[in-house]
């Protein structure tokens, strides 16, 4: 007989989203989709509606001016969470400079931030994230200040939607089929690992092409694979375009670039 672990939440009936009263205090990230309130799970809709405090990601220059505009996780959860129970943990999302001081001051605050919520009596606390809370996110960074404050606070996590997901449902170009690979790396690790990536058999997805997105495309014409190639910007907000790529796109630092592998017949790669 198959069982689970002695630590598996499954083996006491507790849903791993969600804490009981004997729990100890949880930190929840919950990945929102790329920006259509409706690509939510019915997980994450839950978790987000019974989180003692909802906290959603801004920039740190702007978070101190409450006419700030929400940002995308933030928008996408007003579609499911009152904005009383959302607050905003300022990140310094535009720093490129890697682990800089103002990137470690912001990570520390949002971390003690969170433990303060859980002093006051909080149990639960969702941190909304655009696609997958695994891929890419500031949760991750959150996650691991809160544990070195606090190591018996709970950490789980609930996958989303990536935008490689959504940019190939609305332009109709699978990600992978048969033996294709599926290489996903972001334009900010500079031109060489995608053109490694574009040279290989299967297909290629690039994140934050913004400022690089000549590079990009100077790589995909080199290989020949520009006319196949799928680019998305804003995927489920009001201005959002999914098209062929340009080569002076003004992009958005949240871009998805998909280059399909190339294909000659159907199950040519199995």
Same mark, same amino acid.
């Given at each position: 007989? =198959?069982? =689970?672990?002695?630590?598996?939440?499954?083996?006491?009936?507790?849903?791993?989203?969600?804490?009981?009263?004997? *729990?100890?205090?949880?930190?929840?990230?919950?990945?929102?989709?790329?920006?259509?309130? +409706?690509?939510? =799970?019915?997980?994450?809709?839950?978790?987000?509606? &019974?989180?003692?405090? $909802? @906290? $959603?990601?801004?920039? *740190?220059?702007?978070?101190?001016?409450?006419?700030?505009?929400?940002?995308?996780? &933030? =928008?996408?959860?007003? /579609?499911? @969470?009152?904005?009383?129970? !959302?607050?905003?943990?300022?990140? /310094?999302? &535009?720093?490129?400079?890697?682990?800089?001081?103002?990137? +470690?001051?912001?990570? #520390?605050?949002?971390?003690?931030?969170?433990?303060?919520?859980?002093?006051?009596?909080?149990?639960?606390?969702?941190?909304?994230?655009?696609? #997958?809370?695994?891929?890419?996110?500031?949760?991750?960074?959150?996650?691991?200040? %809160?544990?070195?404050?606090?190591?018996?606070?709970?950490?789980?996590?609930?996958?989303? %939607?990536?935008?490689?997901?959504?940019?190939?449902?609305?332009?109709?170009?699978?990600?992978?089929?048969?033996? &294709?690979?599926?290489?996903?790396?972001?334009?900010?690790?500079?031109?060489?690992?995608?053109?490694?990536? !574009?040279?290989?058999?299967?297909?290629? @997805? $690039?994140?934050?092409?913004?400022?690089?997105?000549? +590079?990009? $495309? *100077?790589?995909?014409?080199?290989?020949?694979?520009? *006319?196949?190639?799928?680019?998305?910007?804003?995927?489920?907000?009001?201005?959002?375009?999914?098209?062929? @790529?340009?080569?002076?796109? +003004?992009?958005?630092?949240?871009?998805?670039?998909?280059?399909? /592998?190339?294909? #000659?017949?159907?199950?040519?790669?199995?």
């Amino acid at each position: 007989m =198959t069982g =689970t672990g002695a630590d598996d939440p499954r083996d006491s009936g507790v849903d791993p989203g969600r804490a009981a009263p004997t *729990d100890p205090a949880t930190l929840t990230g919950v990945g929102v989709g790329p920006g259509d309130p +409706e690509l939510l =799970t019915l997980r994450a809709v839950r978790v987000l509606a &019974e989180a003692d405090l $909802v @906290v $959603v990601p801004v920039l *740190d220059r702007l978070a101190a001016d409450p006419a700030t505009p929400a940002g995308r996780a &933030e =928008t996408t959860v007003r /579609a499911h @969470v009152p904005a009383d129970r !959302l607050r905003r943990l300022p990140f /310094a999302l &535009e720093d490129r400079g890697g682990v800089t001081a103002r990137r +470690e001051a912001a990570w #520390d605050a949002a971390a003690r931030a969170v433990v303060d919520a859980f002093d006051a009596g909080a149990r639960s606390v969702a941190f909304a994230t655009i696609g #997958d809370p695994n891929v890419y996110s500031t949760f991750t960074y959150l996650a691991d200040g %809160v544990r070195a404050l606090r190591p018996t606070v709970r950490l789980r996590t609930v996958p989303g %939607v990536t935008a490689m997901q959504e940019l190939a449902a609305r332009s109709g170009v699978p990600l992978c089929q048969g033996r &294709e690979p599926l290489t996903l790396l972001p334009a900010t690790a500079g031109p060489t690992p995608v053109a490694d990536a !574009l040279a290989g058999p299967g297909t290629v @997805v $690039v994140y934050k092409g913004w400022r690089r997105h000549r +590079e990009l $495309v *100077d790589e995909l014409r080199r290989h020949d694979r520009l *006319d196949d190639a799928v680019l998305g910007c804003g995927l489920g907000l009001p201005d959002e375009r999914i098209g062929p @790529v340009g080569p002076d796109d +003004e992009l958005p630092y949240l871009s998805t670039l998909l280059v399909p /592998a190339r294909r #000659d017949r159907r199950g040519g790669k199995l």
